[in-house]
């Protein structure tokens, strides 16, 4: 069993540096690049270009549920532990999850984590960039495959919000929903990136694109921004919360900054926008709706 055990679910690249390395910690590459963007290289080819000494690739296109039409659903938990297990990742061990590109989508993986009961995880808080710039040294080359590890996932289904479940909130109104998603968006001024969904947002969502807790170079903006941040939204932070964006890689960013402010409980949307935006029934609202 490890001993390190993280207090805050951020750690500093001066703090990976000086522990790397130590028995029980294990370092996951989460980079994902967002196909809809038409990128030049994918995830794993970034990871193979650069990526920490002994950090492990997690594919969140493949450690997801096949069996969804919906992209990236969190996986069951048989799948999570085997792949997990394949990744040479124990329940014992601490996990560091990093990305090469602004937190896409390395807190959606800490989230993922979470959901399968493992506590015990912590973001690279500036990620790859911070490492570089403490001149922390990388690898280059293909994923290698690690000693098998002993995993067994045990769902927390309370981090995390279905449609019937989205459907109740929407229509009582008992928990504070909010949109990662960026204002045009939102607003239903700007058509989504998904083909096939309608544009808007849920009834009583609030918006906080997840760009305002982020700032400009790469790190989470500290404990006190993020409470302005979301109080000046009109949140209510002793009242339950639950996010959402456009497939949940997002939402986990708002997730995550609400964990650092001690709100540790709050679910994510697995289908988010994706889901409640191509589903016929589903109510949305618009910049109208706001103005009426």
Known sequence: ?????????????QWLKTNWGRKGLKIVDATYMLPF???EKSGEQLFEDCHIPDAVFFSLDEIADGSSDLPHMLPNPIHFSAEM???GISNDDAVIVYDQNNWIASARVWWTFRAMGHTNVAVLNGGLQAWKDVNGGFEQG????????VYQANLNASLVANLEEMRAHVTKQNKQIIDA??????LGEAAEPRAGLKSGHMPGAFNLPHSALLRDDGHFQDSETIIDVLTEIGLDLNQPIV???GSGVTASI??????VIGR??????DGSWSEWGGTEYCPVHTKADLES
Do not use: Q, W
């Open 1 to 13: 069993m490890t001993e390190i055990h993280f207090d805050s679910p951020l750690v500093s690249a």
């Open 37 to 39: 963007l038409n990128p």
């Open 85 to 87: 297990s394949a990744l």
């Open 142 to 149: 293909p994923i290698r495959k690690p000693h098998s590890g």
């Open 181 to 186: 998603r960026n204002s045009a968006r939102f």
């Open 243 to 245: 996010t959402t964006c």
């Open 254 to 259: 708002l997730a995550l900054g609400l964990a």
């Open 264 to 269: 540790e409980e709050v679910a994510v949307y």
